[in-house]
């Protein structure tokens, strides 16, 4: 990728809508830590957050296509709390317009930490 998202890594997350049933692809920034992958709810500092949050509190199990591979994960929303706190840290210093776009809301930014299957 180019421009704004030159050197980011995206993941391909695959989901399904709590209400519709209907089975989603959304292409997400992602950070690889500890073993697991982090996203962050973020939508740009909208003031809701993305509807793929709720998904995945929802869901016991997700299908992530990254680097070539696909992979079922674990799905953890951490919405606050120390460990949301820590791994948000490590999310900004990866993607610092995450500040930027905490001025654009009030919410607090949910941290999805995938964890993938043995």
């Known amino acids: ?21 209907r089975e989603f692809v959304h292409p ?3 950070l690889a830590h500890e ?7 973020s939508a740009g500092g909208a003031p809701d957050e993305p509807a793929w949050v709720g998904n995945l509190a929802a869901m ?4 992530i296509e990254v680097g070539g591979r696909t992979l079922t994960a674990t799905p953890t929303v951490l919405r ?5 706190d820590r791994l948000y840290a490590a999310l900004v210093d990866y993607w610092p317009d995450l500040r930027e776009y ?3 809301t009030t919410r607090t930014f949910p941290v999805v930490r ?3 299957a043995e």
Do not use: A, C, I, W
């Open 102 to 104: 905490e001025t654009h």
């Open 80 to 84: 606050e709390g120390p460990e949301r």
């Open 28 to 30: 997400l920034l992602y």
């Open 60 to 63: 016991q199990e997700v299908t």
């Open 35 to 41: 073993d697991s992958y982090l996203l962050v709810g």
């Open 1 to 21: 990728m180019g421009g704004h998202f030159k050197n980011v890594e995206l993941l391909l997350l695959h989901d399904v809508g709590r209400k519709s049933g």
């Open 114 to 116: 995938l964890d993938p």
